[in-house]
């Protein structure tokens, strides 16, 4: 059953935490994106992957973090310094860049 | 950066009737997508069209492209109460190897 999976489908986070959001896909595709979505404001692109061990930021990478270790793997970790945190975050893959975007369920975040 | 911009932002009809959403782009592209989201849920890709197509259709989704306009239109013909959701177009930046640019949707409420 191939696709791709975010968890948990729903976050809590207290103030001055780091909070890590899982991706994973068994697509085999190369390129993989994290997105936050905010009521009106569509997706913006947070930080996105075109091969292993390699990332790069996209409109508003300030205050998260990511890491390329695995193909099938492209964990989001939303820090401290992100003070407005509160969103629905979206994972997506791709055989390549800018090429038809496979979507995750997504994982909304709270803040307690 | 907003590259493609949807128009309206918000849409009800009744069942049956057709429905039409806009999407506007700054920059050149080498193609543009059109991609369908239920309240909560993760983005499901509808329909790609290439920079050198005019028009494309899929079942009942129709897309054009005119990129002399730089705009693109998803036409949705005799909707369903299951066709309500957001409907957004995402657009390739100029530069290759980048991620696409998604706009900021158009809600579709399809009442029965």
């Known amino acids: 059953d191939g696709g791709i999976t975010q968890s948990p489908k729903y976050l809590f986070r207290k103030e001055g935490q780091n909070v890590t959001l899982s991706c994973e896909q068994n697509?085999?595709?190369?390129?993989m994106y994290w997105y936050r979505q905010d009521p009106g404001q569509g997706l913006r692109l947070i930080y996105y992957?075109?091969?292993?061990?390699?990332?790069q930021k996209g409109d508003i990478a300030e205050g998260y973090s990511v890491s390329r270790e695995k193909k099938e793997s492209f964990p989001l970790t939303v820090t401290s310094a992100q003070k407005n945190p509160t969103a629905f975050y979206l994972c997506?893959?791709?055989?390549?860049?800018?090429?038809?975007?496979?979507f995750g369920p997504g994982t909304r975040l709270l803040v307690l | 950066s907003q590259q493609g911009e949807e128009d309206p932002q918000a849409l009800s009809i009744q069942e049956g009737e057709n429905a039409t959403m806009n999407c506007s782009y700054k920059?050149?592209?080498?193609?543009l997508q059109w991609y369908r989201q239920n309240s909560g849920r993760g983005l499901v890709h509808l329909i790609l069209i290439r920079s050198n197509e005019r028009e494309k259709h899929s079942g009942r989704l129709r897309v054009t492209l005119d990129t002399s306009k730089k705009s693109s239109s998803l036409l949705i013909t005799a909707s369903r109460a299951a066709d309500t959701a957001s409907y957004f177009c995402?657009?390739?930046?100029?530069?290759?190897?980048?991620?696409?640019?998604f706009g900021k949707g158009t809600t579709l409420s399809v009442s029965s």
């Open positions: 920059t050149s592209i080498n193609n």
């Open positions: 997506a893959s791709s055989i390549r860049g800018q090429e038809t975007q496979y």
């Open positions: 697509l085999n595709h190369d390129a």
């Open positions: 995402a657009t390739d930046a100029w530069q290759a190897g980048t991620a696409l640019i």
């Open positions: 992957s075109q091969i292993v061990n390699d990332f």
